[in-house]
């Protein structure tokens, strides 16, 4: 199975100045746990995850006050739409990370998290297990 199958399509995007209360806010609603971090300025591509604004509040951060783009993660993986979810899987292993952003043609066009993976896998375990018994 390969990446495109797994990844969830909605895609959100916030801007750096977006206090973290604000992505937070926007990825509950969406029920995501990471967003993309578009910086028009620099043309450049961030994840935010739920883990970034847990660390955030945990060091007793204001998260009125502090902004998606300073705990952005800049030096993002990606991943494209024709890799395996095993490719996936293991260069989320490699980087101790549960997303990827995927793009297609330097687009952003889906996020893969370890969730998607397990859901995907999952139900071929099952037939797996049907047959060798």
């Known amino acids: 199975m390969l990446v495109r ?3 969830t399509t909605v895609v959100l995007t916030v801007g750096p ?3 973290l209360r604000q992505a937070a806010r926007l990825m509950s609603a969406r029920r995501v746990g990471a967003a993309v971090v578009l910086d028009p300025d620099t043309s450049g591509l961030g994840i935010l995850t739920e883990r970034d ?3 955030s509040i945990g060091a007793g951060e204001d998260p009125d006050r502090e902004t998606a783009g300073t705990h952005t993660t800049s030096d993002v993986v990606f991943a494209a739409p024709g890799w395996t979810l095993a490719d996936a899987a293991d ?3 490699r980087g101790g990370f549960r997303h ?3 793009l297609d043609a330097q687009e952003p066009v889906g996020i893969v998290s370890v969730r998607d993976i397990i859901r995907c896998w999952l139900p071929s375990r099952a037939e797996e297990r049907t047959l060798v018994s």
């Open 17 to 19: 100045d977006h206090s």
């Open 53 to 55: 604004i847990l660390n």
């Open 5 to 7: 199958d797994a990844m």
């Open 91 to 93: 260069a989320m292993t």
């Open 100 to 102: 990827l952003i995927v």
